[in-house]
C-alpha cells in the first residue's frame, strides 16, 4: 500500500497565484516525520521543511507555508504568489520506524509549473 | 563543504556489461541509501545501509548490489544491467534517526542500451 500519496501529478499555474500541492499519508505509528523536498529542473533535491507528529502547528517561511493534519493524515503545502523559479517537482515524504530502522517513503511527486 | 558525490554524472553502456556507481559522503553520517527515479514512480529506494558492513533491500533491489565496507563509501553495483535499469539513480546520506534529513548527491544518469 502506497505510504504518501500525492494525487496531484502535474499542476500549471501562472506567476502570481496561489497554490497548494496536496500530500496524504499513512501510518500506524505514533512518532513519525514528513518532510518536504523540492526538485528544480537542474535536477537535484533540495530539502524544504521537516515536521514531527507531535507538532502540528503550521509553519511559514516567506512564500512558503505547511499544513499539518493529523486528523485527515495530511500534510500540505501552499505556495503563495508563486513565481517562476518556484517550477520543479516537489516530493512529499514519510519517515517510520521499520524493522531496519527508519525507512523514508517518497510520494511520486508533483510537477508544478509556473508560467509568467 | 557538506556534500555527497556519486559518479558517473552520466553514462550510457550496453546489457550485461557490470557497472559500479560510487557514492561517497564527507559528513561521517551512519545512514546511506540509493534511490532510482522513474518517470510517474517518484523515488523508490533500492538498498540502504545504517552502518558498515551494515545492508538492507529497500523496495526495489533486484538487479542491484551494494557495499558499505567503509563508513564513507556506498557503492552501487549492477552486476548485468538490462534496460529497464535505465533511470536517474540518487545516493543520499544522514545522520541515523528518523527526523534527520537526507543529503542527497546530485545524481546519475544510466542508460543501458
Known amino acids: 500500500a502506497q505510504k504518501v500519496t500525492q494525487a496531484q501529478t502535474e499542476i500549471s499555474v501562472v506567476e502570481k497565484e496561489d497554490v497548494t500541492l496536496d500530500c496524504v499519508y499513512e501510518?500506524?505509528?505514533?512518532?513519525?516525520?514528513l518532510f518536504w523536498y523540492k526538485q528544480p529542473p537542474s535536477g537535484e533535491l533540495v530539502f524544504l521543511i521537516r515536521?514531527?507528529?507531535?507538532?502540528?502547528q503550521n509553519e511559514i517561511s516567506g512564500r512558503y507555508s505547511w499544513n499539518f493534519q493529523k486528523s485527515t493524515s495530511s500534510f500540505n503545502f501552499t505556495i503563495t504568489a508563486s513565481q517562476v523559479v518556484d517550477s520543479a517537482v516537489y516530493f512529499c515524504?514519510?519517515?517510520?520506524?521499520?524493522?531496519?530502522?527508519?525507512?523514508?517513503?517518497f510520494g511520486k511527486g508533483t510537477s508544478l509549473l509556473v508560467t509568467p | 563543504e557538506a556534500q555527497v558525490t556519486q559518479n558517473p554524472r552520466y553514462l550510457i553502456t550496453v546489457t550485461g556489461k557490470k557497472l559500479t556507481v560510487t557514492c561517497s559522503q564527507n559528513?561521517?553520517?551512519?545512514?546511506m541509501s540509493w534511490y532510482r527515479q522513474d518517470p510517474g514512480l517518484g523515488l523508490r529506494q533500492i538498498y540502504y545501509?545504517?552502518?558498515?558492513?551494515?545492508?538492507d533491500k529497500g523496495d526495489v533491489p533486484e538487479g542491484y548490489k551494494v557495499s558499505r565496507k567503509e563508513k564513507r563509501n556506498f557503492p552501487l553495483i549492477l552486476e548485468s544491467p538490462s534496460p529497464n535499469q535505465t533511470s536517474l539513480y540518487f545516493c543520499?546520506?544522514?545522520?541515523?534517526?528518523?527526523?534527520?534529513?537526507?543529503?542527497f548527491g546530485a545524481g546519475s544518469r544510466l542508460t543501458v542500451l
Open positions: 543520499a546520506s544522514s545522520r541515523i534517526s528518523g527526523a534527520n534529513v537526507l543529503t
Open positions: 501510518t500506524r505509528d505514533t512518532t513519525y516525520y
Open positions: 515536521r514531527n507528529s507531535f507538532d502540528e
Open positions: 515524504a514519510l519517515s517510520e520506524a521499520g524493522p531496519s530502522g527508519y525507512a523514508l517513503n
Open positions: 559528513m561521517n553520517h551512519e545512514y
Open positions: 545501509s545504517m552502518n558498515v558492513e551494515v545492508t
